[in-house]
Every structure is written in C-alpha cells, then in structure tokens.
C-alpha cells in the first residue's frame, strides 16, 4: 500500500505543468532545523499553549519588522493577524463578513481553489473582468451600481492565474472606492515578494488603515506550504473582530509553535536571503520556458510573466479542458482555464507554472504538449 504524503499525487513519469507547488529542492530543511534549534534554545514553553488570539506578540512583532523592510513602510504589530495560510484566513474572513446567498465579486479570471472556498460558504459569485493592468476598475464601478457585493476577492501582484498586476493608479482607485462605497476588498498578495522584472507596486497592505482593504498572505511561496503559517494585515477595527471569534475563544491562536519557529528567520535576516535564492531560480527558468513555448507550440499567446509562478497561455481554438484529456497519454498534464473562470469561460486558456519543476523537465513536458497537439490535427 503507498501511503499520500502530500496533496497532489503525480503518477509515475507525469510532468504536471499546471502544479502551482514551490520546487522541492528550495523547500529549507537545513533553514528551518537552525531556527527550531534556536526556538528550543529559547527554553520558552508558551509556544506549546493555547495561543494569543491574533499571534503570538513577539512574532507580530518580528514581522512587522520583516514587512516593513520589504514593503518601505512601517507596519504595526498590531494590524497584524496570524493564520494557518492564506486559505484559512479567507475562510474565516467569509465565515465572520458573509452568509450564504450574499454576491462577491471576483476577478476573471481568479484563484480557482478560492472559487471553492467561496462555494462552500454558499456565496453567489460576479467576475469583474481585467485587462494587462489587472481590475478593469470602470466594469468594477458599473457592477457596484447593479450589485451590493460583501466583498471583492482580488490577487493584486503577479496575479493566480494571469501573471496580471495592478496597476499603481488602479490600486488608488481601488482603495477610494473602497472608503465611498464602504466595500472589503481582500487582497491575495502571497506573491508579492517573487518579483523578477522591477519592484511591484505599493502592495494593498499599503492602504489598509481607515479602509477596509485586508491584505491576505501567507509562507507557503516564500517559505514553506507545509507549515501552514500566514498572516491577514487589516484596520485594527477587523483584527479585533477577528480576534473575539468563537473559533479562537475555544482554541486559541492559530499556529504558535510554527510561528515560534518562524521567528528566527525573520530575526536573522536569512528568510530575505531565502528569498532571493527563489527570486534567483525563478528568474532562470522563464526564457527557457519561453524558448520552449515558441518551438513546441508556435500558435501560443501569452505575456512574459514578471513575477509569480505562472504563464497564462492561451491556444486560439482549442478547447484545454479536451486537452487536458488527450494529454494523458503523453504524460503531461495542464490546468485548463475553465477551472479559474467564475462563469466558465476562458476555454482557450492553460495555466502553466514554472516553480515545481527544473527547466529541463519543463521543457520536456512542453514539447509532450506539442506532440499531443499534433495528435489532435492541431500544427
């Protein structure tokens, strides 16, 4: 019997471009032994209790130390919340702002696994479309006058699937939009950090104060998956409502003992050169992913990713989801568009990433692409 070890199993020989995993080699074993051993030197027991309800105090507060280095401006413990990853706070967020029946709206295309969250709450969901600037905020303002959405859900920077980020004049409108018409908007920003072309712009976590922008990110890009840790930053007045929640009054904080882990790394500074060592990497692999797409297959579309983990490619007058079938048998596998499309469209569009596997096998699993098109009578 083979034991699951991980989410998604990959049958043998299958290169799977449409995994949105970090690499396996970059995952820091060696990292996060040196600040567990640092943790336990602390001989602070606390972590192994039930935890402050927004995070553990000397965590706060070393990250906001971390974000404030990053981001360029300072950031307050306090409008700090930890969570076990990006997807549990979007989950609580929907749990405490939203009951089943009430309209969101999101972007299409959109993260199709928060597509799933949203489904389980019940919500009726609004795409809002984009452009190569992100958020077309003109169909955005036409909706609000025939909608009264709870929330947007929006991935500013190096967006799931597109690559799409916002522009900086788009992220002004937004949050002014976001005072006029009282609107949350819950930003995604776990790829913020991974820029390979340029500083991205002033992330949504900037216009959080007197707003009701929340800014979602989370380790799992940067850091880790697997120790599901991540924060929400918001206007105190939402960290103290989520704060007084009945999930936390019974089990306390989220995460204290991955968190006191954590702790030394952003302390010492080598998660910023963790970081860079990805930035490096990944930056690597996109003109070699490029060279491949124009070999194997020539009719692609697409723009050059400047940040993030993906390409959003699109394949005039092929449907992907029959693709993704055929594929099969040459052992390779996609993420068709349909899957991150609100009102299933975006047919002739596949998601690749390029951050789980090393360039060769990426290219290999292009030109199995290629071959399966040709199958297909497709040139």
């Known amino acids: 019997m083979k034991l699951q070890t991980t989410q998604v199993y990959i049958p043998p020989g299958v290169i799977d471009l449409g995994l949105g995993n970090p690499a396996p080699r970059l995952l820091p074993l060696d990292l996060l032994q040196q600040s567990a051993q640092a943790c336990f030197e602390r001989k602070d027991p606390s972590c192994l209790q039930y935890g402050a309800e ?12 971390f974000l404030g280095r990053r981001y360029g401006f300072p950031v307050d413990a306090d409008s700090l919340f930890i969570t076990a990853g990006a997807s549990s706070g979007l989950d609580l967020l929907c749990s405490l702002y939203t009951r089943p029946g009430d309209v969101i709206f999101v972007e299409e295309p959109s993260y199709f696994l928060a597509l799933r969250i949203f489904a389980d709450h019940g919500l009726r969901l609004v795409s809002v479309r984009t452009d190569e600037a992100g958020l077309v905020i003109e169909d955005l303002t036409q909706k609000l006058r025939r909608f009264r959405p709870r929330l947007l859900y929006i991935i500013p920077t190096y967006q799931n699937p597109s690559g799409q980020t916002l522009s900086q004049e788009r992220r002004e409108r937004l949050a002014r939009i976001s005072r006029e ?83 030394s790394l952003l302390e010492n500074g080598k998660l910023d050169a963790h970081i860079a060592r990805l930035k490096s990497v990944y930056a690597e692999r996109i003109p070699i992913v490029e060279a491949a797409l124009r070999k194997y297959l020539p009719d692609a579309v697409y723009t050059r990713p400047q940040g993030g983990y993906f390409f959003w490619v699109r394949l005039p007058g092929i449907d992907t989801q029959r693709l993704q079938e055929q594929a099969q048998a040459f052992k390779v596998d996609i993420r068709p568009g349909v899957r991150f499309s609100s009102r299933k469209g975006m047919n002739e569009y596949f998601r690749l990433c390029f951050a789980y596997y090393e360039a060769d096998e990426i290219k290999r699993g292009i030109r199995r692409l290629g071959k399966c098109l040709q199958s297909m009578g497709q040139p």
């Open 54 to 65: 927004s995070g553990d105090g000397y965590f706060r507060r070393a990250l906001s130390a």
């Open 181 to 263: 018409h009282d609107l949350m908007i819950i930003a995604d920003e776990v790829y913020h950090f991974l820029n390979y072309s340029g500083l991205p712009p002033r992330p949504l976590a900037g216009y959080t104060q007197e707003t009701r922008i929340v800014s979602l990110n989370s380790f799992s890009k940067i850091l880790a998956p697997g120790l599901r840790l991540g924060w929400i930053q918001a206007d105190k007045s939402i960290i103290r409502r989520l704060s007084l929640c009945g999930l936390l009054d019974s089990g306390g904080g989220m995460n204290p003992f991955v968190s006191a882990l954590v702790r």
